[in-house]
């Protein structure tokens, strides 16, 4: 999904890429593919628009592994299809949802927004091209201003239980997979890796409240407009702390008051031990800083997830 801006009017239009909105073009939505040029065209000729924000790509790491050929056409032909729509319609300020998967395995941590950057999987390999991409394209073309927003992991759900993840298919990522054990959906939760030099044996992330995310977009956003030279610059977008898996299924466990069953299970392939941010830079230039704890991102994801514990399909089993 990628968002464009006619500011300073409120009004969203949506580029949604293969999304579940309904396509309502009068109200500015439109449902659409960045790979399809004419889709692209329909949305910029629909009026002038003074930024992009730009969400839309596939994301699970052990997809792109086994299907890479889907994530270089899906996350790179969108992203340069619409590059070229915004620059024929004079459209050059983009704020982009960047991953701290660009950080691979980091050596130093926190990461900070210089670290050596290096993919682990395809999924990490398109944003770290995109990234490149970004900073090409600025330094051909000085009118460019991009921000580059590294999400750490992103977890929690909109506190009025409305909005929240609902992935295809068994759950990649850990949230959504103790969610759905909780809701009973699944029986248990493999626990990849006890065996890191961790605080407990299980590997670390920095989990971010998915509306501190949304908070940092908007922050990404005023920037954009209040230093029109800023040229292409990186943010980390977490907490600055680090939780471990067995941390997480007990703050589930706490936020919902369920069972969550576990079963001990050697390493994923290509998982870092320890991933966190220094938010240094965004607190600093972005004025943002994120306000969410553990504990309310598992409030919120179990609110989610006990009003919908089948998605947005309702009852239907998938
Ligand atoms: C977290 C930890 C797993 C599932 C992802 C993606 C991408 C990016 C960051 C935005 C790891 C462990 C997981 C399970 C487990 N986001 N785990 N059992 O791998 O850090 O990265 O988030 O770009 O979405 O790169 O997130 O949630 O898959 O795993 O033990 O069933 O939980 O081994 O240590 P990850 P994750």
New binding site residues.
């Given amino acids: 999904m990628s968002l464009c801006l006619p500011l300073p009017r409120a009004t969203l239009i949506e580029l949604v890429s293969r999304s579940r909105c309904a396509a309502c073009p009068s109200r500015g939505v439109f449902q659409g593919d960045l790979r399809n040029t004419d889709d692209l065209e329909k949305v910029f000729a629909a009026r002038r628009y003074d930024a992009v924000i730009h969400f839309a790509g596939l ?3 052990g997809e792109s592994v086994a299907h890479p050929e889907m994530y270089y056409e899906n996350n790179l032909i969108g992203t340069i299809n619409l590059y070229k729509s915004m620059k024929e319609h004079g459209c050059k300020k983009l704020v982009f ?1 960047s ?3 660009v950080y691979g395995w980091p050596e130093v941590i926190p990461c900070v927004e210089d670290s050596k950057l290096q993919a682990a999987n395809p ?2 390999r398109t ?1 770290l091209i995109l990234e490149d991409m970004a900073r090409d394209y600025h330094r051909a073309d000085t009118e460019w201003s991009i921000v580059l927003l590294r ?4 977890i929690g759900a909109h506190s009025s239980g409305e909005i929240g993840e609902d992935p295809k298919g068994i ?5 959504p ?1 103790i969610q759905q054990v909780a809701v009973g959906r699944l029986p248990e ?5 006890h065996d890191y030099p961790t605080r407990d044996g ?2 670390i ?1 920095d989990y971010i409240h998915v509306v501190d995310l949304a908070d940092g977009h908007i922050a990404a956003l005023k920037k954009l407009f209040d230093s029109p030279d800023i040229g292409c610059v990186a943010y980390n977008l977490g907490t600055g702390r680090g939780t471990s ?1 067995l941390e997480m299924v007990a703050a589930f466990k706490k936020a919902s008051g369920k069972e969550i069953p576990t079963k001990l299970c050697p ?2 392939p290509g ?2 031990t320890e ?1 966190y941010a220094s938010t240094e830079k965004a607190e600093r230039e972005l004025a943002w800083r994120a306000q969410y704890g553990i504990e309310e991102m598992c409030r919120d994801q179990w609110n989610w997830a006990k009003k919908n514990p089948y998605g947005y399909c309702g009852g239907a089993k998938k």
């Fill in positions: 994301k699970a790491v949802s991953s701290a998967t999924y990490g944003k999400y750490f992991n992103p759950p990649n990522n850990l949230l997979y939760l493999n626990v990849y890796g299980t590997a992330r898996v390493r994923r998982d870092a991933v």
